[in-house]
């Protein structure tokens, strides 16, 4: 059984970093075509995508998030991290983390809230 | 304002049939597979349709899904009330990022 969860700050302050942490179980990280993905959703607004991390290290990033966010493995094998700088109160958004198999997204955490204010 | 393009809203009553679009271009649509993902209020999507028209182990046999060149659908059979949710989109780009459109509402009547 695949399942996920999000957890990090749910209240950050503008110009901060946020860094949040995917916590996986049922799938491995290191088997072939596996990644993990990020997608935000603001308050009444439509899904966004923002990043994936494949087995092999491979990554890709939205194009217009592509300066300021980052995802990496953890330093647990089953943990994956984003990173967002330079935070903003229209970067307020549920934060999904998913896993990815041959292009879809089949698994989806519960997602984390974080709210951007001063 | 998203790449992909979709109505806003869509409505039906039970029973109805229908069909939600999702317009893109030869570099997104019209040149990888499509998913479609249902959002139930208050909850996380859920895979509908991947690779154009292919439906996961468990999704109803009323969903289906259909591309032809730069635009997809989804369409409901048999609507029922519980089939009240987000519908969105979703494809790659020619760099391998990915893309969903911008959403849309069903409201069973």
């Known amino acids: 059984q695949i399942t996920l969860k999000e957890s990090g700050p749910t209240l950050v302050k503008p110009t901060q970093t946020l860094t949040l942490t995917c916590t996986f179980s049922g799938f491995s990280l290191t088997a072939s075509g596996v990644a993990v993905g990020w997608i935000r959703q603001p308050p009444g607004k439509a899904l966004e995508w923002l990043a994936l991390?494949?087995?092999?290290?491979?990554?890709r990033y939205s194009p217009s998030l592509k300066n300021r966010v980052t995802v990496t493995k953890g330093t647990s094998k089953n943990q994956v991290v984003l990173t967002m700088t330079n935070m903003n109160p229209v970067d307020t958004a549920t934060y999904y983390c998913a896993h990815h198999h041959f292009g879809d997204f089949d698994y989806w955490g519960q997602g984390i809230l974080v709210t951007v204010s001063s | 304002q998203s790449v992909l393009t979709q109505p806003p809203s869509a409505s039906g009553t039970p029973g109805q049939r229908v069909t939600i679009s999702c317009s893109g271009s030869?570099?997104?649509?019209?040149?990888?597979?499509v998913s479609w993902y249902q959002q139930l209020p208050g909850t996380a999507p859920k895979l509908l349709i991947y690779s154009d028209n292919l439906r996961p182990s468990g999704v109803p046999d009323r969903f289906s899904g259909s591309k032809s060149g730069t635009s997809a659908s989804l369409a409901i059979s048999g609507l029922q009330s519980e089939d009240e949710a987000d519908y969105y989109c979703a494809t790659w780009d020619d760099s391998l990022n990915g893309l969903f459109g911008g959403g849309t509402k069903l409201t069973v009547l």
């Open positions: 030869s570099s997104n649509i019209g040149s990888n597979p």
């Open positions: 991390i494949y087995w092999d290290d491979d990554k």
